[in-house]
């Protein structure tokens, strides 16, 4: 059963105690009451303000699993908030650790001050879970794929197109990267694993990944420096640093570009046209 005066408390409280800076929003206007505005909060975790509001007065419906963890998200809440806001909404908490989309408080802090640079954070699985605005110029809205689609390794074996923004001299070797990084992964988490699923659902659908995977490839590691052909600025190379939350598996990838090149020029003129 939902405690929807608990939870409204709950989503209250962690408002008023909140500042914009906190969550990657800028100052704004002087407040007048302490923590971050219910339009704010809204924003943050995708939803209608006065859809926030009815929850945070404890007036709402049920929220769904799924509404509750982009509460959660928006509020960059620990795993131990998240899961006590899952039990106030009535659902048993997700599975912690390993395999979450729950991204943490720490890396959001960081993720939230890189609003002017390609950055996301990754799954193991290659599920983007988070991007900022220059990054899904770059790469795409990631928050419009659902199911193995999420994954860019099964995009990039069973979508034409998943591979377009790669240079041809490329690709042979990304798909040995790809590979080699899944099946390490599957060897960690077993048979029973979502990587085990996805590697299974590859080799049914790909003749080139059952190819890769039939050499059992392993410990191969991309370079530092990655380059893509964008259809509107052309070609970039940018240097991606790799930042490792080794408790829940994910990465939080940062692409940069040396200033005075033509790649720094172009991300430039990319962060125009996301805009």
């Known amino acids: 059963m939902t405690d929807r005066s608990e939870f409204g408390a709950f989503l209250r409280g962690r408002r008023e105690a909140l500042q914009p800076s906190d969550v990657g929003l800028p100052p704004g206007q002087r407040r007048r009451t302490a923590g971050l505005r219910r339009e704010e909060v809204a924003s943050l975790c995708h939803m209608s303000a006065d859809y926030y509001a009815r929850l945070e007065r404890g007036t709402g419906p049920q929220p769904s699993e799924q509404m509750v963890a982009a509460i959660a998200q ?52 290659g599920e983007t879970l988070q991007q900022t605005p220059l990054a899904t110029a770059l790469f795409g809205d990631a928050s419009l794929r659902t199911g193995h689609e999420r994954s860019s390794g099964w995009r990039w074996f069973t979508e034409p197109g998943a591979r377009d923004l790669f240079p041809v001299e490329d690709r042979e070797a990304t798909s040995r990267l790809y590979t080699s990084s899944l099946r390490e992964v599957v060897a960690r988490r077993g048979p029973d694993s979502a990587a085990a699923r996805l590697a299974d659902d590859l080799l049914d659908r790909s003749d080139e990944f059952r190819a ?43 692409y940069t570009a040396v200033p005075g090149t033509e790649s720094h020029d172009r991300l430039r003129l990319l962060s125009v046209v996301a805009a």
């Open 74 to 125: 928006g509020f960059h809440l620990t795993r131990q908030e998240r899961d006590h806001l899952f039990r106030l909404a009535g659902h048993r908490p997700p599975e912690s650790g390993v395999g979450t989309d729950h991204v943490g408080p720490g890396m959001m802090r960081i993720f939230d001050r890189l609003v002017d640079t390609p950055a996301e954070v990754v799954s193991e699985l």
């Open 212 to 254: 890769l995977w039939d050499r059992h490839e392993v410990g191969l590691r991309p370079g530092t420096v990655k380059r893509y052909d964008h259809p509107v600025v052309g070609r970039l190379e940018l240097h991606c640093q790799v930042l490792l939350d080794p408790e829940q598996a994910h990465v939080l990838l940062v």
